[in-house]
């Protein structure tokens, strides 16, 4: 191809439009022809001289922050307004949350404490040499010998008919509250009865139902102005059932 | 240069029109060749786009639409319509002539920045701001038939004539300086 033809094409050839087959044979031939050579460097220096004079003017930072403003309101506003009916409630639910969460973590914390102790007391007698201090299955030899020993009476169910067993009883405290405490067996198990007087705060609220840390299984309640608790590691079953027939007496 | 497809499915008119920012104003102050005009331009651009931009086709280049609302802004602008004249004849010129090189054109492309400004400020208008879309912005052929909505085959015979146009004022310049010594 001629020079005149091939400096038709320098301005496509430096603007980079030339297709790759004809820029690499352009390419070629700049390199064996002075002429156009010389022709591509004086079109390269004025393409650089435009670039160079034609970055010329710069904005205010006025304007910049005036038209960044203008068109950051829109779609921002929107997603900020948006983001706030959300986060209002959202917060609110948190904040809800955590106070429950403290609440009901402080109430288990005290519940899971109150009952720590419990299966302690039961453990520490099932332990003992001397589990209970009145040995005995007879209530009417039991019950009697509470009286003094603490600030209440109480009545123990007959458990004739039933795999209950009542094996005796010993003075516990609990709290720096003195109580009744009774074990039983049931199936060469045994489970502790522990009768306080109702207090309110100390012992409220502990739930009834298993206490999967200790592997026991609790339950209690309110009767007469006496709070039961009866402890054992027999099954959910068999501590209700114990717990219908102290119910029934009491 | 290939610039490429600017809109992403995440981005908002803020995140791509912003970067422009600066390049718009040139451009639009070497339109307009007053700062007051040039502000209006750029002012009006971005609202322009903003209120179109629900309209724009992710996908199609972002760049050369924003410069083509500025555009179409200054033509419809008072000194747009002054100053933008009719090119006659330039879909025509499908074969361009060589230029000549001689040892005047070398000095010509060695002008100084302060000399070359002068003559871009002087050209006619279609040939200056071919001139920036290519040289300053480094849009593609294709990229500035978007912008000016002009074929390609017109992009490229309208910037042979800007470049020759610029070739002959700085020549002239040239030769009026040496003239002057």
């Known amino acids: 191809m001629a020079c005149e033809q091939w400096r038709g094409k320098l301005d496509a050839y430096l603007d980079g439009e030339l297709d790759p087959g004809e820029a690499r044979t352009l390419g070629t031939h700049l390199q064996g022809c002075a002429a156009c050579a010389a022709d591509a460097l004086e079109r390269v220096q004025m393409k650089r001289a435009v670039h160079m004079a034609g970055n010329r003017y710069a904005a205010t930072s006025a ?17 900020r307004g948006l983001w706030w009916i959300l986060a209002v409630p959202a917060v609110l639910i948190l904040i809800l949350s955590v106070m429950v969460n403290l609440y009901v973590g402080r109430d288990a914390t005290r519940r899971q404490r109150f009952y720590s102790e419990l299966a302690d007391l039961h453990v520490a007698a099932l332990a003992s040499t001397t589990p ?8 009417h030899t039991v019950k009697p010998w509470f009286q003094g020993k603490i600030p209440f009476s109480f009545n123990l169910p007959e458990l004739q008919g039933t795999e209950f067993t009542l094996l005796g009883g010993r003075v516990t405290y609990l709290a720096q509250t003195p109580g009744a405490h009774l074990i039983y067996q049931i199936r060469r198990h045994e489970v502790s009865v522990f009768i306080f007087q109702d207090r309110g705060e100390e012992t409220a609220s502990p739930a009834s139902g298993p206490m999967h840390t200790l592997s026991f299984n609790v339950e209690n309640w309110t009767q007469n102005g006496l709070r039961y608790f009866v402890v054992g590691d027999v099954g959910a079953d068999d501590i209700q059932a114990l717990s219908k027939l102290l119910r029934d007496a009491g | 240069m290939e610039v490429p497809d600017q809109p992403l499915p995440v981005a908002t008119f803020e995140d791509l029109a912003m970067p422009l920012f600066d390049q718009l104003y040139n451009f639009a102050r070497w339109l307009a060749q007053d700062t007051a005009e040039a502000e209006d331009l750029v002012q009006e651009t971005y609202a322009k786009a903003l209120r179109g931009f629900s309209s724009f086709q992710p996908g199609t280049n972002f760049r050369a639409w924003m410069y083509r609302i500025l555009r179409n802004s200054f033509l419809s602008s008072r000194t747009g319509l002054k100053v933008m004249v009719a090119l006659d004849g330039e879909a025509d010129e499908s074969l361009l002539p060589p230029e000549s090189n001689t040892p005047e054109s070398i000095l010509i492309g060695q002008a100084d920045r302060e000399t070359v400004q002068q003559a871009l400020a002087d050209l006619a208008v279609p040939f200056r701001e071919i001139l920036l879309l290519c040289e300053v912005e480094e849009m593609s052929y294709q990229e500035i038939a978007e912008t000016l909505a002009i074929p390609m085959g017109t992009v490229m015979s309208r910037l042979f004539r800007a470049r020759k146009a610029l070739r002959d004022l700085l020549r002239k310049k040239n030769e009026g300086g040496r003239h002057g010594v």
Do not use: F
């Not at chain 1, 209970?132 to 209530?139: A, E, G």
């Open chain 1, 63 to 79: 304007l910049r922050s005036r038209i960044a403003k203008s068109i950051a309101t829109k779609p921002r506003r929107e997603s």
């Open chain 1, 132 to 139: 209970v201090d009145i040995v005995s299955s007879d209530r």
